[in-house]
């Protein structure tokens, strides 16, 4: 995790938030690269989720709600972690934390830690006060005054802003069950203990998919959903499918309304945590928005008649997660051969899958001379209509080659005295470092067919 924070860091990826007010409590900035990673992502969840899929509609519906929408979602009410604080230095954990923390630790022995009486502060060895509910939406006031009859919330997930546009989405579109609304957008929940780099933050981005069904199939469709996000972890993000733990969580522990939950689990360096999930809602969420806004959210089917309240399967994923493991599974150290004969050095290459790559093309001329950067950077232009490009004539060519490794660009053209005369310019291969001449007119479609 070291490494990769200090080259998020270094590279320009992930700055530490309002660094030069000496930061802010667990807050990150995407810099430059880390914004066109997430957007890659982003846009590959679309397409393989919303685009390519005829039974999905996109929606992007208000951060703040009606809080009668998190009255009847029950968050209100249950949105809460239980949070102890320590008596002598008054930090604060959320207690299953505290517990999970102290099974692992050598000074516990694991059969006796049941319960907080067991465990001390782990910062200063303070005893700790008794646990009470923590609710982490966070609460702000509409308008001019602040008080109770103007509270609001910033939305802690994006599943509420579609539940209650069901009969609008449905009216307008006309489908028929099955059919899912998906959207992508930023939630806030006031974590007591976020940490672990992006893992767990403040603020962060979902993508999710509500599927309204009848209730009839949702067995089979629970399946089918299981294996469109295994193909989405294997064949759009290419991740090594060893890392993946698929946790299908039993009976007693699921939330109450709940028939089937599988969180999608990762093996991170800490330890082995929650990527994503799916869940069988049942009609939990239809039923409550009905009861509480006194509308009829019932559907009925065109061809049977049937009258139903439709019950739901919500795929649902972390996009700041997907972008620790797509930075975590890219990471490698590498010996590589240098311009010496015989002679190697360390490389760090970030293999990224190439359509996830923050910037495809790095455009590298072989000196600062007028004669060949003119032909590069009108290279570099006719190239950016199609693909993200770096331009760079600083520092020897071998540097460049390790910085654009180190950023996990696919493909680096150079450009040498020899383009001058024979029109081809070299291209070399990030992963196998392999070189190839290629004509300097051929060279767009040449990088298209590599995408
Ligand atoms: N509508 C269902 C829902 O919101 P969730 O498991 O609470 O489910 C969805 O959140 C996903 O959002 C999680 O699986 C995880 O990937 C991500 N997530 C949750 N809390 C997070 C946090 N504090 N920081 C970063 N990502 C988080």
Redesign the pocket.
């Known amino acids: 995790m070291e490494k990769i924070i200090s080259l998020c860091k270094r590279r320009g990826f992930i700055f530490p938030g309002s660094e030069i007010y000496g930061g802010f409590a667990n807050s990150w900035d995407f810099g430059p690269l880390g914004h066109l990673l997430k957007q890659n992502i982003k846009k590959a969840w679309w397409k393989f989720f919303v685009q390519e899929r005829s039974d999905m509609v996109p929606m992007d519906t208000a951060i703040i709600m009606n809080p009668k929408v998190w009255e009847a979602s029950g968050h209100l009410q249950n949105f809460s972690d239980l949070l102890v604080e320590c008596k002598k230095c008054h930090h604060r954990f959320r207690s299953d934390h505290l517990l999970e923390a102290a099974s692992a630790e050598p000074q516990y022995d694991k059969e006796s830690v049941r319960s907080l009486a067991d465990v001390v502060c782990p910062d200063c060895g303070g005893s700790l006060t008794e646990p009470k509910n923590f609710n982490l939406m966070f609460k702000t006031f509409i308008g001019t005054t602040e008080d109770t009859s103007t509270v609001a919330y910033l939305r802690p997930?994006t599943?509420g802003g579609m539940f209650v546009n069901f009969k609008n989405v449905q009216g307008v579109t006309r489908r028929r069950l099955p059919f899912g609304i998906a959207q992508i957008g930023k939630n806030f929940?006031n974590?007591i203990t976020?940490g672990n780099f992006i893992?767990?933050?403040r603020e962060?981005e979902?993508g999710?998919m509500e599927y309204f069904i009848n209730p009839k199939d949702w067995e089979s469709i629970f399946e089918m959903w299981l294996g469109e996000i295994k193909r989405w972890w294997r064949d759009i993000m290419q991740v090594n499918m060893d890392n993946l733990v698929w946790h299908e969580i039993p009976d007693g522990e699921r939330a109450h309304y709940s028939k089937r939950t599988v969180d999608i689990e990762y093996k991170y360096p800490f330890g082995v945590k929650?990527?994503?999930?799916i869940a069988y809602r049942t009609d939990f969420d239809m039923k409550r928005h009905e009861e509480v806004s006194g509308q009829d959210l019932h559907y009925t089917d065109p061809e049977t008649g049937e009258k139903l309240l439709p019950h739901v399967i919500?795929p649902?994923?972390?996009i700041?997660?997907m972008l620790l493991v797509t930075l975590l599974e890219a990471y490698r150290e590498e010996d590589a051969p240098t311009a010496e004969k015989g002679e190697t050095e360390k490389r760090i290459v970030m293999k990224f899958p190439r359509h996830l790559a923050p910037i495809q093309v790095a455009i590298l001329p072989l000196s600062k001379k007028k004669e060949l950067s003119s032909v590069a950077e009108e290279l570099a232009n006719t190239l950016r209509k199609d693909f993200m490009v770096d331009y760079d004539e600083t520092q020897s060519i071998g540097k460049r080659y390790r910085r654009q490794d180190e950023i996990g660009t696919p493909f680096c053209v150079t450009v040498d005295f020899e383009s001058l005369e024979d029109k081809q310019v070299t291209v070399r291969e990030r992963d196998s470092m392999k070189q190839e001449r290629v004509a300097i007119g051929e060279l767009k479609d040449y990088l298209k067919k590599q995408f």
Do not use: M, N, Y
Not at 274 to 277: K, T
């Open positions: 997930e599943a929940r974590e976020p893992f767990r933050t962060f979902i999710e929650e990527l994503h999930g919500e649902t994923f972390g700041e997660r």
